[in-house]
T-cell receptor, first 112, second 113 residues
Framework: EAGVVQSPRYKIIEKKQPVAFWCNPISGHNTLYWYRQNLGQGPELLIR????????DSQLPKDRFSAERLKGVDSTLKIQPAELGDSAVYLC??????????FGPGTRLTVT | GQQLNQSPQSMFIQEGEDVSMNCTSS?????WLWYKQDPGEGPVLLIALYKAGELTSNGRLTAQFGITRKDSFLNISASIPSDVGIYFCAGQTIMNRDDKIIFGKGTRLHILP
């Protein structure tokens, strides 16, 4: 069974530029999560989707971050404009009815 | 807000030694999860615990869900070089459609040559 796929794996951008991350969850997993992981910290939830519905986006900085999960499968997370403090690893995870989350390899974002 | 206190922050051990780490919280969780993260990769689920008092093993790994539902520990027996990495605990509360999860800051395991 294929795991969670994320792309790109690495991204370097200048501040004020836009950036987008893509995630393809495990087949059949209805729930999709986006996390941000700062250096030396555990993952912190940004947004959770149940199918195509964002059911928890309370931690998403909505002034510059947006996400979508059209058709309830793939998802994209966008930052516009990026700031220096956005440098982090962005992780996508998915789960089924057991709620056990399976993570992708992450996208390491560096904002210069 | 909810916080998890994970300790120790880092460990330096000899190959073959046993390892113990734990997580505590002031909040109650109905699920505890333990993950391992290697450099450049996402966390990988090691053990999931669903009931207070539950003791679960996965090979050389053993984890327990504390009876108060506010803590959990992970033990690794007879450590080997591939055990090196960062171990995260996570407390999860699932109620109706609400799914809240919070991660500890990790325990970094180093094995001395």
């Amino acid at each position: 069974e294929a795991g969670v796929v994320q792309s790109p794996r690495y991204k370097i951008i200048e501040k004020k530029q836009p950036v987008a991350f893509w995630c393809n969850p495990i087949s059949g997993h209805n729930t999709l999560y986006w996390y941000r992981q700062n250096l030396g910290q555990g993952p912190e939830l940004l947004i959770r989707y149940e199918n195509e519905e964002a059911v928890d986006d309370s931690q998403l900085p909505k002034d510059r971050f947006s996400a979508e999960r059209l058709k309830g499968v793939d998802s994209t997370l966008k930052i516009q404009p990026a700031e220096l403090g956005d440098s982090a690893v962005y992780l996508c995870a998915s789960s089924s009815f057991t709620y056990e989350q399976y993570f992708g390899p992450g996208t390491r974002l560096t904002v210069t | 807000g909810q916080q998890l206190n994970q300790s120790p922050q880092s460990m330096f051990i000899q190959e073959g030694e046993d390892v113990s780490m734990n997580c505590t919280s002031s909040s109650i969780f109905n699920t505890w999860l333990w993950y391992k993260q290697d450099p450049g990769e996402g966390p990988v689920l090691l053990i999931a615990l669903y009931k207070a008092g539950e003791l679960t093993s996965n090979g050389r790994l053993t984890a327990q869900f504390g009876i108060t539902r506010k803590d959990s520990f992970l033990n690794i027996s007879a450590s080997i070089p591939s055990d090196v990495g960062i171990y995260f605990c996570a407390g999860q509360t699932i109620m109706n459609r609400d799914d809240k999860i919070i991660f500890g800051k990790g325990t970094r395991l180093h094995i001395l040559p």
